[in-house]
Nanobody, 118 residues
Framework: QVQLVESGGGLVQPGGSLRLSCAAS????????MSWYRQAPGKEGELVAS??????????ADSVKGRFTISRSRDRAKSTLYLQMNSLKPEDTAVYYC?????????WGQGTQVTVSS
């Protein structure tokens, strides 16, 4: 059974930092890309960052380039996905979701709330 479990959200002041983690388990192999999405109230979901399965190529939304870093540790079919978020802004407030796609099946975590406020 595939599971994606996020952690690391919380309340932080503008300019602060947080690191999100997503523990992935249950995959039959390690050849799956992973991403972070976010959903703010009243707004459409946004792809924040993604990392490819083999070479680790990364992509970022323009809104987070230079402030967020996606990375991934891997041990066989298990992975932990990270999102280091620096220089946080109030507009980064959202529920952040971990996402993986394997063998044409989409998997989502339960989400973790990030609130940036003074």
């Amino acid at each position: 059974q595939v599971q994606l479990v996020e952690s690391g959200g919380g309340l932080v002041q503008p300019g602060g930092s947080l690191r999100l983690s997503c523990a992935a388990s249950g995959f039959t192999d390690s050849s799956y890309a992973m991403s972070w999405y976010r959903q703010a109230p009243g707004k459409e979901g946004e792809l924040v960052a993604s990392i490819s399965s083999v070479v680790g190529r990364t992509n970022y939304a323009d809104s987070v380039k230079g402030r967020f870093t996606i990375s991934r540790s891997r041990d066989r079919a298990k992975s932990t996905l990270y999102l280091q978020m620096n220089s946080l802004k109030p507009e980064d407030t959202a529920v952040y979701y971990c996402y993986a796609r394997s063998w044409d099946v989409d998997y989502w975590g339960q989400g973790t709330q990030v609130t940036v406020s003074s």
